[in-house]
T-cell receptor, first 111, second 115 residues
Framework: TQLLEQSPQFLSIQEGENLTVYCNSS?????LQWYRQEPGEGPVLLVT?????EVKKLKRLTFQFGDARKDSSLHITAAQTGDTGLYLC???????????FGKGTLLTVNP | SAVISQKPSRDICQRGTSLTIQCQVD?????MFWYRQQPGQSLTLIAT?????????ESGFVIDKFPISRPNLTFSTLTVSNMSPEDSSIYLC????????????FGEGSWLTVV
C-alpha cells in the first residue's frame, strides 16, 4: 500500500498570506487527487493531477505534480477565511480504484 | 458531477445497537466505496460495494461488523453492527463516476456518535 505523507500537519495563518502544503510518497503516484474537507462534511474534490510536471490552477489555488510523480504541492495565494479546512491528498494505485489518503493538513485562516 | 446523498447525516446511537446508513446516487455508477474517518484522523477504506455480489472488504474490516448491500447501480447501504464507542466516526460513501480512479467523489458523510 502506497504511503502518503503530508506536511505541515497544522497551519495557522492570517488572511491575505500565501501558503504551500505538500504531499510526498516514496513510490510513484499513478495519479493524485487533492480534496478539501470542512468539519462534519465529506471531502470535496479540488483537482486530479496525472502527468509529471503538471500544473493546474483553480482560482487562487495552484497544484503542482512533481516531474517524478512522487510529490505534489498545493499553493494558495492571498488566503481567505473560507479556505479554512482539512486538505487531503489521495492516490489510487494501479487498477483497483481504491484511494489511499494522507493524514491531511489542517489549515486555519484567521481574519 | 452527480449528487451523492447519504442519510442519516448524523445520529447518536446506543452501545450494542446497529445502524444502517444509506447512500443514493442520482446516476448509475460502477464503483461505490465506503470509508470511515475516525475523529481527527484521515479516511480509511472499509470496503468496495459490488453490485449483485458480496462486498470486498479491506484488511481489518469484516462483513459481520459492517454488512454492505448494493442492490443496484445507484444505491448502497452500510450497517454498523453491535456498536461500541470506538465506532464513533464519520462514515462516507464515495463513487467513481468515470471508472478511472481519477475522479472519486464523496457524499456529505454520516456522523455517528456511540454512547
Amino acid at each position: 500500500t502506497q504511503l502518503l505523507e503530508q506536511s505541515p500537519q497544522f497551519l495557522s495563518i492570517q488572511e491575505g498570506e500565501n501558503l504551500t502544503v505538500y504531499c510526498n510518497s516514496s513510490s510513484v503516484f499513478s495519479s493524485l487527487q487533492w480534496y478539501r474537507q470542512e468539519p462534519g462534511e465529506g471531502p470535496v474534490l479540488l483537482v486530479t493531477v496525472v502527468t509529471g510536471g503538471e500544473v493546474k490552477k483553480l482560482k487562487r489555488l495552484t497544484f503542482q505534480f512533481g516531474d517524478a510523480r512522487k510529490d505534489s504541492s498545493l499553493h494558495i495565494t492571498a488566503a481567505q477565511t473560507g479556505d479554512t479546512g482539512l486538505y487531503l491528498c489521495a492516490s489510487s494505485g494501479g487498477s483497483n480504484y481504491k484511494l489511499t489518503f494522507g493524514k491531511g493538513t489542517l489549515l486555519t485562516v484567521n481574519p | 458531477s452527480a449528487v451523492i446523498s447519504q442519510k442519516p447525516s448524523r445520529d447518536i446511537c446506543q452501545r450494542g445497537t446497529s445502524l444502517t446508513i444509506q447512500c443514493q446516487v442520482d446516476s448509475q455508477v460502477t464503483m461505490m466505496f465506503w470509508y470511515r474517518q475516525q475523529p481527527g484522523q484521515s479516511l480509511t477504506l472499509i470496503a468496495t460495494a459490488n453490485q449483485g455480489s458480496e462486498a470486498t472488504y479491506e484488511s481489518g474490516f469484516v462483513i459481520d461488523k459492517f454488512p454492505i448491500s448494493r442492490p443496484n447501480l445507484t444505491f448502497s447501504t452500510l450497517t454498523v453492527s453491535n456498536m461500541s464507542p470506538e465506532d464513533s466516526s464519520i462514515y462516507l460513501c464515495s463513487v467513481d463516476f468515470a471508472g478511472t480512479g481519477n475522479t472519486i467523489y464523496f457524499g456529505e458523510g454520516s456522523w455517528l456518535t456511540v454512547v
